[in-house]
């Protein structure tokens, strides 16, 4: 068996898309030094060269600052064609929660979750049964989810721990339908963005045209999703304007030319780089410029697609499909446009304008593939899923709530119970919004025990601190470990958190001697 060769990490960013910038970054930074070295030999007064020197070198440092990230934060991904299937296997290992370091961020992607009719309507009134199974399987571990969209079989859903929600905010959803001449969502594309920590990014789940001969349809399809989404966000109207985007799915490519024996006896020795040059995705980035922007981890894991169910044998049936890389996962950094070093000196207002856009390179973002790979021990379905682990380092734009909220004093059943409120930024405040109760371990911003309405008669003032009373008879009897969330109705997400805080027992629970299947089904 010949070893596939080791391959580092695939790493991307957002000050680097270009090797002219990354040019013209040392470049300025060379000159700066020059300049250091110039003021150091040539000025006589040592007050004079110390003030020099001082403004030099931090021009130096802040231009250095630019390229070093402060904060990193794991983002897990999933993609899984689940072919109708119910989700009756255990998903702790899919979604690798006792890895470390631990996750901030999961994004799973499913594909023909079962659509028939009578099953699609009730799941629009109550979740479906792959998101409660993952909800289920994260929300001990810390994770809300923060949003979720479904077109048909397609599902989008998104989790973050709880500490990041306040700073997950602009969060829009779209989809795209491109089965039976765009009018049968059965393919096409759904898609969730918003701003982490001021950084816009998008992540959009495709299900492409099957078949071998359709590569050049599919590649129609996804430049057709990725035109045609827009979001009513003004700086981020179209997929493409994000910062980073991934694009992930069932996308379809198949492996050309090669013989299904071939293929096979390419897999079962390991020599999957024998496959590479004949797959679809890999041949089409060749030839469209759009692909080309796309990054992708190299793909050291057997074909994900065609599998008997319940078992690790390709399809055995009388079709006998060829194995192919059908699941994937690609990502995106938006290329930075510089000035050319060329550019007429007469051009000095677009020049001025261009420099202060590019500004925003102040807050970087890189992106790190730690890990590409399949999980072959799922058999549902005859996809295998594909998860990929990326390292997100990130300078935030900011670090402050919009809205501080906290419990004030001791909280029991006992009695009425305080909070309070500080709208710290300006935002679109409601009349509307509320704060709701969460037992720590909520599953999304509607898993609340309670909630009370924010002030009624009049919107806050800036760093107003603003009490509302909680009625004893709303709060959970047990007691617990509780956490306070202001939910924005303008903005649809959960915008300022509590620490979390204890709620004590009541002391009805023990003269009455209660249990907790005695107490409304709260803590049951």
């Not at 179209?238 to 006896?265: A, M, Q, T, Y």
Request: aromatic residues 10%.
């Amino acid at each position: 068996m010949d070893p596939l060769p080791d391959i580092p990490r695939v790493r991307s960013d957002s000050t680097s898309s270009s090797a002219s910038q990354s040019s013209r970054s040392k470049t300025v930074l060379r000159q700066r030094l020059s300049q250091l070295m110039t003021c150091i030999e040539d000025l006589s007064s040592d007050d004079e060269a110390g003030e020099e020197v001082s403004r030099t070198l931090d021009e130096a440092f802040q231009l250095c600052g630019r390229f070093i990230p402060t904060d990193a934060f794991r983002l897990h991904m999933v993609t899984w064609n689940v072919a109708t299937a119910e989700p009756s296997e255990d998903v702790t290992s899919l979604l690798q929660l006792d890895a470390q370091p631990p996750k901030d961020l999961y994004v799973i992607g499913l594909q023909e979750v079962n659509a028939a009719p009578v099953k699609f309507i009730s799941d629009l009134i109550v979740e479906d049964s792959w998101s409660h199974q993952f909800m289920d399987t994260l929300a001990p571990w810390g994770f809300v989810k923060v949003t979720s969209v479904r077109m048909q079989g397609l599902l989008l859903l998104i989790f973050a721990k709880q500490m990041h929600l306040p700073y997950i905010r602009n969060i829009q959803t779209t989809y795209t339908r491109t089965g039976i001449f765009g009018y049968w969502g059965n393919k096409g594309g759904v898609s969730v963005r918003f701003s982490f920590y001021g950084h816009m990014m998008c992540f959009l789940n495709c299900h492409l045209a099957a078949h071998m001969h359709n590569a050049l349809q599919r590649v129609d399809e996804f430049e057709y999703i990725l035109e045609t989404q827009d979001f009513d966000i003004f700086d981020t109207p179209h997929i493409l304007d994000h910062k980073v985007v991934f694009c992930f799915g069932d996308l379809n490519f198949r492996i050309e030319d090669h013989g299904l024996h071939f293929i096979r006896s390419s897999i079962n020795s390991g020599r999957l780089n024998l496959l590479w040059s004949k797959d679809q995705l890999t041949m089409m980035k060749k030839k469209e410029p759009f692909l080309q922007e796309f990054e992708e981890g190299p793909l050291n894991f057997k074909p994900t697609y065609k599998f008997d169910r319940k078992s690790d044998s390709y399809d055995t049936s009388g079709k006998k499909r060829k194995p192919a890389w059908t699941d994937r996962i690609l990502w995106r950094i938006k290329p930075k446009s510089l000035p050319s070093e060329d550019d007429d000196e007469d051009d000095d207002d677009e020049k001025a304008s261009t420099s202060e856009d590019s500004g925003q390179d102040e807050y970087p973002i890189l992106v790190t593939q730690n890990q590409y790979t399949s999980d072959m021990s799922y058999g549902v379905s005859d996809h295998k899923p594909v998860t990929a682990n990326f390292t997100l380092e990130l300078r935030k734009c900011f670090d402050t709530p919009l809205v501080h909220v906290s419990p004030e004093g001791v909280w029991s059943a006992d009695q009425n119970a305080l909070l309070t409120y500080v709208v710290q930024e300006d935002f679109m405040s409601s009349t509307w919004d509320w704060i709701g109760l969460y037992k720590v371990g909520f599953k999304n911003p509607s898993d609340y025990e309670t909630f009370v309405w924010v002030r009624e008669k009049e919107l806050p003032e800036m760093n107003e601190v603003i009490q509302i009373s909680v009625d004893k008879d709303e709060i959970p009897l047990l007691g617990g470990e509780f956490v306070l969330g202001y939910y924005s109705t303008n903005m649809q997400c959960i915008i300022g958190l509590s620490a979390n805080f204890q709620i004590l027992e009541s002391k009805r629970v023990v003269m009455e001697g209660l249990v907790p299947e005695d107490i409304n089904g709260i803590n049951k």
